[in-house]
């Protein structure tokens, strides 16, 4: 397989990569020759990922703007300006609406629109220092549509995508492009989260999503690493501020 373009030798961070998405996109990353700084809130996490790959650990949390900035400081110093970004952490609760607490508003919206803001802004002055850079912020199909009982989660999504796209604008003529990708249904850990709040079981809760789906199938995280790493190389240079929706069709905008 050839290799993509603008990502062998460039360092990029990954957050929440210890499973799902973030970690399939670290593989892919690893495979394309980037170095994969791999961050998950959890230290065990990030280690066995990053030593699957031959990548670094960098855990922190994203949510942490003192955490952010001293994680980056040290990066910066031991491995030089990250000039690729992939936002992924995320974290969701689902319930009906009116039984979403505060602090269910509250967390979706710090871990997942200012954790990802955070990110970004430590990571563009040195973008722009270096002239170069690629930023892919992870949204949801929710964040596009709205879900019924996952509405902190599908605000916080949507806030991103607001984010991603003005940064993007703001940013584009210093070389910087940021794009969002906006996954349907995917067979990840997060999955277990759409189980619980239908009654069913995972692979239950699979055959559903499956069914409902053009495709035939849900995504896999493989899939959606592919997309993330065509954004990040420079043949994605054309794509700014775009939200790519890969669904397998549930949703055709």
């Known amino acids: 397989m050839s290799k993509l373009r603008g990502i062998d030798g460039r360092l990029v961070l990954i957050s929440g990569a210890g499973q ?4 399939a996109t670290a593989e892919r990353l690893a495979s394309e020759g980037a170095r994969v700084l791999v961050n998950d809130i959890n230290p065990e996490t990030a280690q066995i990922v990053a030593d699957r790959i031959g990548g670094t650990a960098v855990p922190f949390d994203v949510s942490d703007a003192a ?11 031991e491995h030089g300006v990250v000039t690729l970004l992939v ?11 009116v039984d979403h607490s505060e602090f269910d508003f509250e967390r979706h919206l710090t871990v997942n629109l200012i954790g990802t803001a955070l990110l970004m802004q430590r990571c563009l002055p040195g973008m722009v220092e270096s002239g170069y850079g690629r930023i892919v912020a992870m949204t949801s199909e929710w964040g596009v549509i709205g879900w019924p009982n996952a509405t902190a989660y ?14 993007a604008r703001a940013y ?7 794009n969002l990708v906006a996954p349907g249904t995917t067979d990840t850990p ?23 789906s053009p495709l035939g199938r849900i995504n896999r ?9 065509f954004l990040l190389s420079e043949p994605a240079v054309a794509l700014v501020g775009q939200v790519i929706s890969p669904n397998g069709g549930t949703t055709r905008l």
């Open 67 to 77: 955490a952010v900035d001293l994680a980056l400081t040290r990066i910066e110093a």
């Open 172 to 178: 584009a003529a210093k070389g910087i492009a940021a």
């Open 154 to 167: 599908a605000a916080s999504k949507g806030g991103i995508i607001a984010l991603t796209k003005s940064v």
């Open 190 to 212: 997060q999955l277990d989260v759409d189980a619980i709040d239908a009654g069913l079981t995972h692979e239950e809760m699979v055959a559903v999503y499956a069914a409902e």
């Open 221 to 229: 995280p493989e899939d959606m690493a592919a997309t993330i790493a």
């Open 20 to 23: 799902g998405i973030g970690r």
């Open 87 to 97: 936002a992924n952490h995320a974290y969701m609760t689902m319930a009906p609406f």
